[in-house]
């Protein structure tokens, strides 16, 4: 039995009007209550919501039981009345039982940010490795909550005589234990077909591997133009639209380097502050096109006052998921937005660039290409003739400095990146006659 996440969970596919509630804790976060709220605001709106009002309080710590206090809760309760608005947003995650007293409370549905961010997921989600993600990360959220869906129910009585009336007697289990049950069976059931496909990624990596090309990805929070990018860079027609999360399925193209060079450029999903921890844990597939990656492009929308704490939230996810070690170059894109000047506050040690009108898209790729130049050696081999192959390899990653047949030879020597020297050797023939395998 498919089982998905209720209608109480998500936002609903129509328009529906939201009040948005977020607490100020103090220097708690990496962003303002007052910036994080509004970018609450964008996801609601990207979610299909219309936002009917915000509303913000000052607290020492949550109340444990409403997460705002009762004071304050009656307070939303009654704007959410005048606004005509059925559905709550907090921008705070929310105990299974602090959701359960505000819709108590407030008469109205309650979603915290993580499911915001869930529901956005699930809109935009296209393939099947995707799809089985978000399916994954809703479920895991549902998973302690599941009390919620249930409390309209009275408990199955166990059998056996004295158990209960005629007709209640069933199999000793509660609605709500049948229902975790099959959760954690369909969470199985997702788990093993994602590894399946994570099987098939992995093979394809292997294979881009075996080219072999460096692998670049580009990160950056959502929506700072990274798709906008990958599209200006290879005529990849990823899809960019000026909201969060637009893409969630990483794109895979070869982009051509200065200097006789091509690399394997991956445009991959955005990150968040608050990023729900479940769905960085469904993504992780996903996620291993940036781990695996030779070199990070940190696309940053420079346009953006939250820029340098934007730019720390994305450090820090990248360290959550092993990657805060990989060599990056900083991206400051939608140069076109910037004040006259603002570019020289970056330093020397970034890229300025605007993938919409394609200003400082060359010396972005010449930065990248100076950064796989100065890991290429020099190598030297004797070749048999018949491995033209592994000579238009040479070529197509670097640079072939000589090159001379004869005998059923040929005598090359070439600047390429480590692997393909790697490869070249391996395949070299020996001065005995005999080569390698490749």
Sequence with gaps: ??????????????????????????????????????????????????????????????????FIGRGKAAEVRMIAESEHASLAIFDDALTPAQARNLEKELKI????????ILDIFAQRARTLEGKLQVEIAQLSYLQPRLTRQWTHLSRVRGGGSGAGMVGTRGPGETQLEVDRRKVRERLARLRER?????????????????IPYPTVALVGYTNSGKSTLMNALTAAEVEAADRPFSTLDPTVRR????????????????????????LIESFKATLEEVRTANLLLHVVDASSPLAPERIRIVDKVLEEIGAGATPRILVMNKTDLMAEGARAAWGSDSVAVSALTGGGLDELQEAVARFFTSSREEVAVTLSAERGDLVAMARRDGEVLSEEYRDGQVVMRALVSRPVAGRLRKAAISARGTSGKL
């Design 194 to 210: 994602l590894r399946e496909v994570v099987r098939t990624r992995t093979i394809q990596r292997r294979r881009r591997i075996e």
């Design 1 to 66: 039995m498919r089982l998905s996440v209720s209608p109480t969970d998500t936002v609903s596919s129509r328009s529906e009007r939201a009040v948005l509630v977020g607490i100020e804790l103090g220097a708690r976060d990496e962003i303002s209550s007052e910036d994080s709220l509004s970018e609450l605001q964008a996801l609601a709106q990207s979610a299909g919501a219309v936002v009917a009002s915000t509303v913000s309080q000052k607290l020492k710590a949550p109340d444990p039981r409403t």
């Design 255 to 278: 982009l051509k380097l200065p200097g006789h060079m091509s690399v394997i450029l991956v445009d991959t999903v955005g990150f968040i502050h608050r990023l729900p921890h479940m």
């Design 109 to 116: 549905r309650v979603i915290d940010r993580s499911q915001l």
